[in-house]
């Protein structure tokens, strides 16, 4: 019963930890939904739900941000 419990424990820090390092890492712009330091907040203080939060709503899945795409010039 122990293992599975420091198990879980790790595997919620190992996550934590992850999802800090790419939301620190991140340039805003590649974020969803909040601002980089809301989401930052979040993941300190609601280690397993925040990160979670994070990896599927916060960042932007193909890294290429939300700016507006140029015309090709001629």
Do not use: N
């Amino acid at each position: 019963m122990i293992r599975f419990g420091l198990l879980g424990a790790l595997l919620s820090l190992t996550l934590a930890v992850y999802a800090l390092v790419d939301c620190a890492q991140r340039p805003s712009y590649q974020l969803r939904t909040l601002p980089k330091a809301i989401w930052l907040l979040l993941i300190v203080l609601l280690p397993l739900l925040g990160s979670l939060a994070y990896l599927l709503l916060g960042r932007d899945p193909d890294g290429q941000g939300y700016a507006i795409p140029r015309r090709p010039r001629d």
